[in-house]
């Protein structure tokens, strides 16, 4: 599996863990890295898109995009080493198949109450065109967890190929996106420009969950495109509102700075049906232009700040120009609601990415600690990235401004080393983002790295890491 910076794959996959209880980290902390597993790409899998998902008692899940008994993802837990031991435990949960099991599941599982997980896969189902899963953990003297299909999707209005991490509400609801389907022939993608859907859970006497779609996307348009191909999945506000991004479209291509030509990409809200209605209702929150340092190709959907501001990376777009190819190198942004009297909110952009020196590609979304700070990370480059060398990425920290300031504060947390350093043997390419306990360490997968070749192209399938504060 060859690496590609500006692959699709890459775009779509970006995504991660958003909101955790962490608390703040001292800016003096050097967090140190632990690699907490060498995938090898065989039976337990490799090449990780996905963020992980904390659970009880220190375990981590996640995801895999190959490997397995038949090659096509895992799921898999990370199980705290025991008292006076220090290896961690790898289990594969599920090995999936093809066909109506599904198959490239590229982004992370979140938690049931339950201890239940549930996911998504790109691929898969009667029309390859992805499904949805759930993991129900063994009962009584059962070693196995059971996995169940809630839905397949069919590659027409129902949406195609889902890229984002489902969402759970209170009631038992799971929220997701597609990347493709919907309206077919819309302005965009002949195959339709993506769906944000609902699937509820089976009514009483029943095993079957519904699913409905609350919005087809449209595509493009000068004064009304609203955005093509969801890459991250939704985050629920207070209201029920959702929040999310498209990964292009929008408006078409206003500079000759945005790459996409059919549109940089749009943060959008859906609101619930209003009493005795049934459509919900869109809204795009900002279009992405990739002019005067705006950025291109959101990643990951985005974050609650305080008072309901949203914080989000772009793959794209920016100030600082291509090191190479036609990717700008990407930022991180802030979306704060509108003042009173008005109905636009206002994009900011906290940190543009740049190369030598600093990190490239940020992918996945943020987490925010209690003093404000957000973590994230970057597909490239790193602070001790020599020119005409190739980085590995890392894991960085923005601080807030301090009073009276208005600049935000990067902090490279860690620096993963490709062509010079330690030549991926800890990971590289981290293409999701972190997600942190209540100590604040942080946990992530890398895409590539590690300790064990791929004997097809003597490529590493990647590792799961720890930072330490």
């Given at each position: 599996?060859?690496?590609?910076?500006?692959?699709?794959?890459?775009?779509?996959?970006?995504?991660?863990?958003?909101?955790?209880?962490?608390?703040?980290?001292?800016?003096?902390?050097?967090?140190?890295?632990?690699?907490?597993?060498?995938?090898?790409?065989?039976?337990?899998?490799?090449?990780?898109?996905?963020?992980?998902?904390?659970?009880?008692?220190?375990?981590?899940?996640?995801?895999?995009?190959?490997?397995?008994?038949?090659?096509?993802?895992?799921?898999?837990?990370?199980?705290?080493?025991?008292?006076?031991?220090?290896?961690?435990?790898?289990?594969?949960?599920?090995?999936?198949?093809?066909?109506?099991?599904?198959?490239?599941?590229?982004?992370?599982?979140?938690?049931?109450?339950?201890?239940?997980?549930?996911?998504?896969?790109?691929?898969?189902?009667?029309?390859?065109?992805?499904?949805?899963?759930?993991?129900?953990?063994?009962?009584?003297?059962?070693?196995?967890?059971?996995?169940?299909?809630?839905?397949?999707?069919?590659?027409?209005?129902?949406?195609?190929?889902?890229?984002?991490?489902?969402?759970?509400?209170?009631?038992?609801?799971?929220?997701?996106?597609?990347?493709?389907?919907?309206?077919?022939?819309?302005?965009?993608?002949?195959?339709?420009?993506?769906?944000?859907?609902?699937?509820?859970?089976?009514?009483?006497?029943?095993?079957?969950?519904?699913?409905?779609?609350?919005?087809?996307?449209?595509?493009?348009?000068?004064?009304?495109?609203?955005?093509?191909?969801p890459n991250g999945g939704v985050i629920i506000g207070k209201t029920g509102v959702l929040y999310g991004v498209t990964s292009i479209g929008g408006v078409p291509g206003v500079?000759?700075?945005?790459?996409?030509?059919?549109?940089?990409?749009?943060?959008?809200?859906?609101?619930?049906?209003?009493?005795?209605?049934?459509?919900?209702?869109?809204?795009?929150?900002?279009?992405?232009?990739?002019?005067?340092?705006?950025?291109?190709?959101?990643?990951?959907?985005?974050?609650?700040?305080?008072?309901?501001?949203?914080?989000?990376?772009?793959?794209?777009?920016?100030?600082?120009?291509?090191?190479?190819?036609?990717?700008?190198?990407?930022?991180?942004?802030?979306?704060?609601?509108?003042?009173?009297?008005?109905?636009?909110?206002?994009?900011?952009?906290?940190?543009?990415?740049?190369?030598?020196?600093?990190?490239?590609?940020?992918?996945?979304?943020?987490?925010?600690?209690?003093?404000?700070?957000?973590?994230?990370?970057?597909?490239?480059?790193?602070?001790?990235?020599?020119?005409?060398?190739?980085?590995?990425?890392?894991?960085?920290?923005?601080?807030?401004?301090?009073?009276?300031?208005?600049?935000?504060?990067?902090?490279?947390?860690?620096?993963?080393?490709?062509?010079?350093?330690?030549?991926?043997?800890?990971?590289?390419?981290?293409?999701?983002?972190?997600?942190?306990?209540?100590?604040?360490?942080?946990?992530?997968?890398?895409?590539?790295?590690?300790?064990?070749?791929?004997?097809?192209?003597?490529?590493?399938?990647?590792?799961?890491?720890?930072?330490?504060?």
């Amino acid at each position: 599996m060859a690496r590609s910076k500006a692959s699709p794959t890459g775009k779509i996959a970006a995504c991660l863990l958003s909101i955790l209880p962490l608390r703040a980290v001292p800016a003096s902390a050097a967090p140190v890295e632990t690699v907490l597993y060498d995938f090898s790409g065989a039976a337990d899998g490799g090449f990780s898109f996905a963020a992980l998902a904390l659970g009880a008692k220190g375990a981590l899940y996640g995801t895999t995009s190959a490997g397995g008994s038949a090659g096509l993802g895992t799921v898999f837990k990370l199980t705290p080493p025991a008292a006076g031991a220090t290896r961690w435990t790898q289990a594969v949960l599920h090995a999936f198949t093809g066909g109506a099991d599904g198959s490239a599941p590229i982004v992370s599982v979140i938690l049931g109450a339950k201890g239940q997980l549930y996911g998504v896969t790109y691929q898969g189902g009667g029309a390859n065109a992805g499904t949805v899963f759930e993991l129900v953990p063994p009962s009584g003297t059962a070693t196995s967890w059971t996995e169940k299909i809630l839905y397949t999707f069919t590659g027409g209005a129902d949406g195609a190929n889902p890229a984002g991490r489902l969402a759970l509400a209170k009631n038992g609801v799971l929220y997701g996106t597609t990347y493709a389907g919907g309206i077919s022939g819309a302005s965009g993608y002949a195959g339709g420009n993506g769906v944000v859907f609902s699937l509820v859970p089976p009514a009483a006497g029943s095993s079957a969950w519904t699913e409905h779609v609350l919005y087809s996307f449209k595509g493009t348009g000068t004064t009304n495109g609203d955005g093509e191909g969801p890459n991250g999945g939704v985050i629920i506000g207070k209201t029920g509102v959702l929040y999310g991004v498209t990964s292009i479209g929008g408006v078409p291509g206003v500079s000759d700075l945005c790459t996409y030509r059919n549109g940089c990409g749009t943060v959008y809200e859906l609101l619930p049906p209003a009493a005795g209605k049934s459509a919900w209702t869109e809204k795009v929150l900002w279009r992405f232009a990739s002019i005067s340092g705006d950025g291109a190709a959101p990643a990951g959907e985005p974050t609650f700040g305080p008072n309901g501001v949203l914080y989000g990376l772009t793959y794209d777009g920016g100030s600082f120009p291509p090191y190479y190819g036609n990717l700008n190198l990407g930022t991180a942004y802030q979306l704060t609601p509108p003042e009173a009297g008005s109905t636009a909110w206002t994009e900011t952009v906290i940190h543009d990415f740049g190369y030598f020196g600093d990190y490239a590609y940020p992918v996945g979304n943020l987490i925010i600690d209690s003093s404000g700070a957000l973590y994230g990370a970057a597909l490239d480059a790193g602070s001790l990235t020599p020119v005409g060398a190739s980085g590995g990425g890392g894991v960085f920290k923005l601080t807030p401004p301090a009073a009276g300031a208005t600049s935000w504060t990067e902090t490279h947390l860690h620096d993963f080393t490709d062509s010079f350093g330690d030549f991926c043997k800890t990971g590289c390419y981290p293409e999701a983002g972190v997600v942190a306990d209540a100590s604040g360490a942080l946990y992530g997968t890398t895409l590539e790295g590690g300790l064990f070749p791929e004997a097809s192209d003597n490529v590493s399938p990647g590792v799961v890491f720890k930072l330490t504060p």
